[in-house]
């Protein structure tokens, strides 16, 4: 295998692995691996790529070339193992890179503990993808609204039974006075913030287009702030149980 088609295969597996991490960062795993055995495997893996290409080249080389190769193979090593022990800070450059370009895509910050960011789309609002019963839905942070407001959609996917609400609860919108239905989700996450029974209203059907992210999830927060194009959002300093 030619030097230059190794090492643009090297760095396809290794971008390659940092965007599935970034991108499962909220899941915890991929395919059944945590995410720190699944980096390791990122840097194992091309490791054991570059050995074995390295034992290949230099059995078919003379003594020269050999001693050309080996420092080749010994400065890739030295590349991945640097990669290897940087694998932390490389993931979160992946995932602040992915957030500008994926709406509402959730970056914890370092060392911050139960902290998260979002940054502000394209129209001047602030997308989050919110975790609703384990479904991920995209939702609205809209600091007016006393309550979360799901549209129908957005209740269908966190498992709630539109047949059975009743929409009962008076409420005013930009359209006028309507009604809704109050439901309990059970778990609402936002990256690692994590609330349970959490009160939510359900919009009738054509009433709302975006689900709202609003202040029956965000009063349990810490505190949250808009800082430039970035919500941070502070979750509870306690880990939550139900």
């Known amino acids: 295998m030619g030097r230059d088609r190794l090492l ?52 078919r080389r003379s003594l020269g070339e050999t001693l050309s190769a080996i420092a080749f193979w010994l400065m890739l090593v030295a590349v991945l193992a640097v990669g290897y022990t940087y694998r932390d800070p490389l993931q979160r450059v992946a995932e602040r890179v992915i957030g500008q370009l994926v709406p509402g895509y959730v970056i914890a910050v370092p060392g911050a503990g139960n902290v998260v960011e979002v940054a502000r789309g394209a129209d001047g609002d602030f997308a989050v993808r919110v975790g609703l019963n384990g479904a991920t839905v995209p939702m609205l942070l809209d600091t007016g609204a006393s309550s979360v407001v799901l549209t129908q959609e957005a209740a269908q996917a966190a498992g709630i039974a539109l047949d059975r609400l009743k929409y009962d609860v008076a409420v005013d919108t930009a359209n006028g006075r309507t009604r809704a239905a109050a439901v309990t989700l059970d778990r609402v996450s936002i990256g690692s913030i994590v609330e349970y029974k959490v009160p939510a209203l359900v919009a009738p059907a054509g009433m709302l287009r975006t689900p709202l992210l609003g202040m029956s999830f965000l009063s349990r927060l810490d505190g949250f702030e808009v800082r430039g194009d970035r919500l941070v959002l502070r979750g509870p300093g306690e880990t939550k149980t139900r």
Do not use: K, R
């Open 8 to 59: 643009w295969l090297l760095l396809a597996i290794l971008l390659g692995g940092l965007l599935i991490l970034a991108l499962n960062h909220e899941q915890g795993e991929v395919a059944g691996l945590s995410l720190d055995q699944f980096g390791s495997l990122i840097y194992l893996a091309p490791l054991g790529l570059v050995v074995g290409a390295g034992i290949l080249t230099m059995a």
